[in-house]
């Protein structure tokens, strides 16, 4: 009689320090750096979400794209994985008068009991050329690049995934 109650004692403590521990992952602030970036071509907003929890690419990273892709507003998720970082990424292009980027975050932290979990966002805000800033434009030069950089850096985001993708399928 006596095991019993002290395993129902040890199980009664276990459930409350699960419960705990998932309290204190929802009720950490997800580190956003907003960037505003000039562009020549359309105004859109892109968000790089750093996911921790990932552990393929196939059911995790299509579960993630899913996920944020049945949200109204986003037209298109990338998924950034590689299997020895503790930390992967989604980018994430949507539109920022539907949806804002806590809902992205949201979205990734509720799949799979809280499974996944968004520590960080980028955002960036393209905004065409011609156009004014939505914030103080004067007070910060950070985040403007030129069409040469801006275009460097689309790359780095979407060609690795192409590849390995194609790497993928191709073994």
């Given amino acids: 009689m006596k095991n019993l109650q002290y395993g129902l ?71 950034n994985y590689e299997g020895d970082r503790d930390v992967n990424f989604a980018v994430v292009e949507f539109d920022e008068s539907k949806l804002g980027s806590e809902h992205l975050a949201d979205a990734v932290n509720n799949l799979r009991k809280g499974h996944y979990s968004v520590s960080a966002i980028s955002l960036e805000r393209h905004i065409p050329a011609g156009e004014s800033a939505s914030q103080d434009e004067g007070t910060s030069t950070e985040g ?28």
């Avoid at 505003?36 to 907003?45: C, F, I, M, N």
């Avoid at 892109?46 to 996911?51: D, G, N, T």
């Avoid at 993630?64 to 892709?69: E, F, M, Q």
Wanted: glycine share 8%; net charge negative; charged share 20%.
């Fill in 9 to 79: 004692l040890f199980f009664a403590l276990l459930a409350l320090s699960c419960e705990q521990s998932q309290q204190h992952q929802t009720e950490t602030a997800i580190e956003t750096v907003v960037r505003e970036v000039r562009t020549d071509g359309p105004a859109k907003s892109l968000a790089h979400l750093s996911i921790e929890g990932m552990g393929c690419e196939m059911a995790c990273g299509s579960a993630i794209k899913k996920a944020l892709n049945g949200l109204d507003g986003v037209i298109i998720t990338e998924i």
């Fill in 144 to 171: 403007k690049t030129s069409g040469a950089d801006r275009s460097i850096e689309t790359r780095s985001i979407t060609i690795p995934n192409l590849l390995d993708v194609l790497n993928t399928v191709l073994r």
